[in-house]
């Protein structure tokens, strides 16, 4: 059996048409996961086609931090709160720098809200597939009658 170690998306990306945004989500995956695993988080399904992300964001405020929806990509970015001054640690086990994740959300997965509870922030998603994608009922009729 054949292991595939070094894919090569550019010279794979030219024999395709029409797989551009494939590619770049893929690109844009791969490249997101070679960052640190901080903060950590969570993905849960709430119900079929509702989801929360919750990241450990201790010690950081609302005004720290930031959520954005920018078409099928959900950023949230910490900035680092101001240490207070005066304080030697003996030691600082708790993280406070500053990060950005990047999540590929699905096509039809809005942000419902976000919420900050005990060191958590919890973004809350769900998938609404708009009424004309849906699968619709077709009536059969008879023809037989005529």
């Given at each position: 059996m054949t292991r595939l170690t070094n894919l090569d998306l550019p010279t794979f990306r030219r024999a395709t048409i029409g797989f551009d945004r494939m590619?770049?989500?893929?690109?844009?995956?791969?490249?997101?996961?070679?960052?640190?695993?901080?903060?950590?988080?969570?993905?849960?399904?709430l119900e079929e086609d509702a989801y929360v992300i919750s990241l450990a964001v201790a010690g950081f405020s609302m005004k720290d931090l930031?959520?954005?929806h920018d078409k099928n990509i959900l950023r949230i970015e910490g900035t680092s709160p101001e240490e207070e001054g005066g304080l030697t640690y003996i030691h600082k086990g708790v993280g406070g720098r500053n990060f950005r994740r990047e999540f590929a959300l699905a096509d039809h997965v809005v942000v419902e809200g976000a919420s900050l509870e005990n060191g958590m922030l919890n973004v809350r998603l769900k998938r609404v597939i708009p009424e004309e994608l849906q699968p619709k009922q077709i009536e059969i009729i008879s023809r037989e009658a005529e």
């Open positions: 590619f770049d989500e893929m690109e844009r995956t791969f490249a997101n996961s070679a960052t640190s695993g901080y903060p950590p988080y969570n993905i849960a399904q930031s959520v954005v």
